[in-house]
Structures are given as C-alpha cells and as structure tokens.
C-alpha cells in the first residue's frame, strides 16, 4: 500500500515562511515527478510546483521567487519551501506523485491528505 503523508501546514503572518513536507511509503519500485498543488475555497485546484526525479522543477508563475521545491530521492520525500507569503496562498496544500509501486508495476499518480496553509493579514 503506498501512500503519500503531508505535514508542516499551519498558521502563518503574511510575510512569513512555512516549509511543507510530503515522504511516500510504501513498497515503491520507481518514483518519477513530485509536486505540490493547492486548492483554495471555492477555486479549483491547481499547480504550484513540480520536480523530477532529475532535479528539474518548474514554478506557477504567482509562486515564482517566492517557493523552492525540492527533493530527497533517498526519503522519498518532497519539500516546499514558502517564502514572503501572502494571504492569497492561503489553501489547502497537496503533495502528489507519479510513482510506480513494486505490484502491481503499473506507474500512477498518487495523492497526499492534503495539509492546510492559513496566511492572516
């Protein structure tokens, strides 16, 4: 059974900064593309950031200079740095993963809980 666990969410002052965490277990024969995506009352959900198993990232543009993402392929696990938050990134935040289990071997993408990020003003 894999599974994708999200932590580090929380309260935070607009201008301040929060680190999420997101590790997958379970019995992973490959983990591929890592990413973040967020979902804000009454709006669809949508990209913040990806990474490749390679490195390789890519930012949505309102999260651009402001967020790191980043990975440990030895912990299976992705981070998101946050910086100079703004209340506008206030959402529920999700890790999700492109991984392929050791059975079936078939690859499929994977979603975390979900982890709330409040900005106040």
Do not use: H
Request: charged share 15%; proline share 3%; hydrophobic share 30%.
């Amino acid at each position: 059974q894999v599974q994708l666990v999200e932590s580090g969410g929380g309260l935070v002052q607009a201008g301040g900064s929060r680190r999420l965490s997101c590790a997958a277990s379970g019995r992973i024969f490959s983990l591929n593309t890592m990413g973040w995506y967020r979902q804000a009352p009454g709006k669809q959900r949508e990209l913040v950031a990806t990474i490749i198993s390679d490195g390789d990232t890519n930012y949505a543009d309102s999260v651009k200079g402001r967020f790191t993402i980043s990975r440990d392929n030895a912990k299976n696990t992705v981070y998101l740095q946050m910086n100079s938050l703004k209340p506008e990134d206030t959402a529920v935040y999700y890790c999700n993963a492109l991984l392929t289990p050791t059975w079936p071997r078939v690859s499929k993408y994977y979603w975390g809980q979900g982890t709330q990020v409040t900005v106040s003003s």
